[in-house]
């Protein structure tokens, strides 16, 4: 019986050795939360450059083609308004740029970090969609204006507008739809999954603090 008992005592404290080498400390799980901040952070950035190339190419593209167009003053002035709906963007983008490249993630601010972050990620979802719901339609006026300028060689200046009317309207009925349903794609996978991934960070970190 004595020889049970002690057979028992060594098990219970082999189990109990056992269970602290395998338990991971809050600070593992701080560090693991810290790690996760900063992959989500990298990835944000590599999205970021991507959305700046986009509008700084568009800016020059478009620039370039207000230079060059001579003689049609319409698509000379197109070329200008997209280039200056696109620059404010390309200022934008740079600063969420900015911020991130200064913030520093450690355990000590996580918390802070994370719903820094978070604000800053859904304020920048709902700017992007809602001034690309009303750009989307006008994307779409113009794309085919500057169709008929690049693949035709029309003059835009000296369309027959009264004729145009109605296949631009179409363009910008179908170009609402159509955004919408492309922006709804593309945010969520350009930033959705950042945001998800940095909430759920912060859901955590806050039961670790309570169970604390």
């Known amino acids: ?91 934008y983008f740079w600063a969420r740029l900015q911020h991130l490249r200064q913030l520093n993630v450690t355990t000590a601010n996580l918390r802070a970090t994370l719903r820094n972050l978070t604000e800053m990620l859904t304020g920048l979802i709902k700017l992007y969609f809602w001034t690309n719901m009303l750009l989307a339609p006008l994307g779409l006026v113009a794309g085919q204006l500057v169709i008929l300028k690049l693949a035709y060689g029309i003059n835009i200046s000296h369309l027959p507008w009264e004729q145009m009317y109605l ?16 922006l709804k794609w593309y945010i969520r996978k350009m930033f959705g999954n950042h945001l998800k991934t940095l909430k759920g960070a912060y859901c955590e970190l806050e039961s670790l603090e309570i169970a604390a």
């Open 1 to 91: 019986m004595m020889k049970l008992d002690n057979l028992k005592d060594a098990w219970k404290q082999y189990a109990a050795q056992a269970a602290a080498v395998h338990q991971v400390t809050e600070d593992q799980i701080s560090g693991l939360m810290k790690a996760r901040t900063e992959n989500a952070v990298t990835k944000l950035k590599k999205n970021i450059y991507f959305e700046l190339g986009v509008q700084l190419l568009t800016v020059v593209l478009f620039g370039i083609g207000a230079v060059v167009v001579q003689g049609d003053e319409v698509m000379k002035a197109l070329c200008v308004m997209i280039m200056v709906i696109c620059l404010p963007f390309l200022g």
């Open 167 to 182: 296949r631009l309207m179409v363009g910008f009925v179908i170009g609402a739809v159509v955004g919408y349903l492309f």
